[in-house]
């Protein structure tokens, strides 16, 4: 899980952070909890058929270079809600964190569907 922390993490986004790395050292991390979940729940946990019971407006942001939920995994989420409700955003300089690699543009993107809904 260390060398996971280490290696993997940072390639979650496209820029580096330094208070995010500082943010992590801090957190306590339950290797037992994350064992559990990413090699029990994570390997079945498929929510996509239960997208279209949803009837809110719904925003999904992607990040083109995110490494654990690839842009083809957001569009089929946006795909299994209806059309009239979902608002599909990829920011094309991002990896699994839009807010954090493109804050300025994530936040208006949310603002903008928040004061549209």
Not at 18 to 38: C, I, K, N
Not at 39 to 61: F, K, N, Y
Not at 87 to 103: Q, V
């Amino acid at each position: 899980m260390a060398e996971y922390l280490q290696v993997c993490l940072p390639l979650y986004n496209t820029t580096a952070d330094p208070e995010a790395a500082e943010s992590r050292a801090r957190a306590l991390v339950r290797t037992d909890v994350a064992r559990h979940f990413f090699l029990g729940e994570m390997r079945t946990m498929d929510m996509l058929p239960s997208l279209h019971r949803i009837a809110c407006p719904t925003l999904v942001l992607a990040g083109r270079h995110d490494p654990i939920t690839p842009v083809e995994c957001s569009v089929a989420i946006a795909s299994a809600i209806a059309d009239e409700l979902v608002n599909l955003k990829i920011f094309e300089r991002a990896g699994h964190g839009a807010h954090r690699d493109e804050p300025e543009w994530c936040a208006k993107e949310i603002s903008d569907f928040s004061n549209r809904t």
